[in-house]
């Protein structure tokens, strides 16, 4: 059943929460990287209560409607990150002369 499918989403939470610390533990907390990661990671698991806090109430139609605004949003949420980071690494290593 799909609605079964898509209740496997309150299964995933503990394994996102679990993923997010380690991801967290590896950068230092003097990088200025950690603090994006806990924003993003903070961010997605709203996005995912969200969604499955609602997924009782909705029929199918609205439950994949749902669905895929919640994969875009994360999707967004990861492009702005990579972009965060990739400028962070840039910025850390620019040389100002003199």
């Given at each position: 059943?799909?609605?079964?499918h898509?209740?496997?989403?309150?299964?995933?939470?503990?394994?996102f929460?679990?993923?997010?610390?380690?991801?967290?533990l590896?950068?230092?907390?003097?990088?200025?990287?950690?603090?994006?990661?806990?924003?993003?990671?903070?961010?997605v698991?709203?996005?995912?209560?969200?969604?499955?806090?609602?997924?009782?109430?909705?029929?199918?139609?609205?439950?994949?409607?749902?669905?895929?605004?919640?994969?875009?949003?994360?999707?967004?949420?990861?492009?702005?990150?990579?972009?965060?980071?990739?400028?962070?690494?840039?910025?850390?290593?620019?040389?100002?002369?003199g």
């Amino acid at each position: 059943d799909a609605f079964q499918h898509l209740n496997g989403v309150e299964a995933l939470l503990g394994q996102f929460d679990g993923q997010m610390r380690s991801i967290a533990l590896e950068y230092t907390l003097g990088s200025g990287i950690r603090s994006a990661v806990l924003r993003f990671a903070r961010h997605v698991r709203s996005d995912l209560d969200a969604f499955a806090s609602a997924l009782p109430a909705m029929d199918m139609s609205h439950a994949v409607s749902r669905l895929l605004a919640l994969v875009f949003a994360i999707g967004h949420r990861s492009r702005t990150l990579a972009k965060h980071l990739g400028m962070h690494a840039w910025v850390r290593t620019l040389a100002v002369p003199g």
